[in-house]
């Protein structure tokens, strides 16, 4: 079986975002899946998508403050600045982290491991709604 949506996910502030809820309250069809895939292609170049900790949010903030220090606002470098400081920084980001996640499908549940969610990670100061395209592959 092959099933493709989109989901849209709500605006969010710039962070790391926990989206487990917004995947299995839209993409209802991975109850139906014992064993697949779910691919996840994030349709934007300044967010990003990464799976992570998800029992201690002080990992979020941590992983906040790295990329912000790795990648600064403001370098004197930076050509590419139309839609604010924050823009090229977005983009360096989306780049180190990917815009794409594969995530297996077991007994209609996505297989994370214990300690495992799925994030956003919304790399601009002021973000809209996101677009993902998820695609379903199992039986």
């Keep these: 079986m092959w099933y493709q949506q989109q989901i849209i996910l709500k605006a969010k502030s710039r962070g790391f975002h ?35 900790e998800n029992a201690d949010p002080t990992v979020l903030g941590d ?14 470098y930076y050509q590419h600045d139309y839609e604010g400081s924050d823009d090229m920084p977005a983009h360096i980001k989306c780049s180190t982290l990917g815009c794409q996640l594969t995530i297996p499908i077991s007994n209609g549940q996505l297989a994370l491991g214990t300690w495992q969610g799925v994030y956003l990670c919304e790399h601009r100061n002021h973000a809209s709604q996101r677009r993902v395209i998820a695609t379903l592959h199992g039986e």
């Design 18 to 52: 926990l989206i487990d809820d917004e995947i299995n309250g839209q993409l209802l069809q991975i109850k139906n899946i014992e064993a697949g895939l779910l691919h996840l292609f994030l349709q934007h170049t300044s967010a990003s998508l990464t799976i992570n």
């Design 63 to 76: 992983l906040e403050r790295h990329f912000n220090k790795f990648v600064p606002e403001n370098a004197l």
